[in-house]
């Protein structure tokens, strides 16, 4: 549709001035709102809580309420078959549905951290590391993802390692003391702070 290769359609002509820039397709949480506002006559307060209603992922309170959204779609004009067929639309909203502001704010997120994965990638590797200190599951999965693209992680060491996961040389990345399991920032704290410039000696 948005190459122009299929013409949007809409189920009912007045869909179209909030569905325009979708090109007819139901999206987020609002466009469920200004649909049953539109073509149900509710308020919108009423939207909203028909909102909260099918983001609590359980169809069947969504189901429950088909009677009754059928009859008032057809009340504001709408067709029976037309009624049947929004309410089939609406149906994966009570799977999981976006409100706008978190889907445009979860896309930029998106893109920074592909941008800086693929031109920082050791950076945002060590970076990712941190982010998930207290996940040993995820420390290992991120540790797989590394060896594939040949960053070789440096075991920690005493004298070498800081609290953070820190890049050595050009493809490595040396292991964190705050990542070993039952070692807190506290105690590594310390440790950085006794080691100074001048490395353990024994």
Not at 74 to 87: P, S, T
Not at 183 to 191: A, N, R
Request: glycine fraction near 6%; hydrophobic fraction near 40%.
């Amino acid at each position: 549709r948005r190459a122009g290769l299929e013409k949007p359609q809409y189920l009912d002509p007045r869909m179209e001035k909030f569905l325009k820039r979708s090109y007819g397709v139901l999206v987020y949480q609002e466009d469920l709102m200004k649909c049953v506002m539109e073509l149900a006559g509710m308020s919108p307060a009423e939207a909203d809580t028909f909102r909260k209603f099918t983001g609590k992922k359980i169809p069947e309170i969504l189901l429950n309420q088909k009677e009754d959204l059928i009859k008032r779609f057809i009340n504001n004009g709408v067709k029976k078959e037309v009624a049947e067929k929004l309410i089939e639309q609406f149906l994966p909203f009570a799977d999981y549905a976006f409100n706008e502001a978190h889907a445009a704010s979860y896309s930029i997120i998106t893109y920074v951290a592909a941008y800086l994965k693929a031109h920082y990638y050791i950076e945002f590797m060590a970076a990712l590391y941190k982010a998930h200190l207290e996940d040993q599951k995820k420390l290992g999965e991120i540790t797989e993802e590394c060896r594939r693209n040949h960053i070789q992680i440096l075991p920690p060491d005493i004298n070498k390692s800081f609290e953070d996961f820190t890049i050595e040389g050009e493809k490595n990345i040396r292991f964190g003391l705050a990542g070993i399991k039952n070692v807190g920032t506290k105690c590594v704290s310390h440790i950085i702070e006794k080691r100074g410039d001048k490395p353990f000696t024994s």
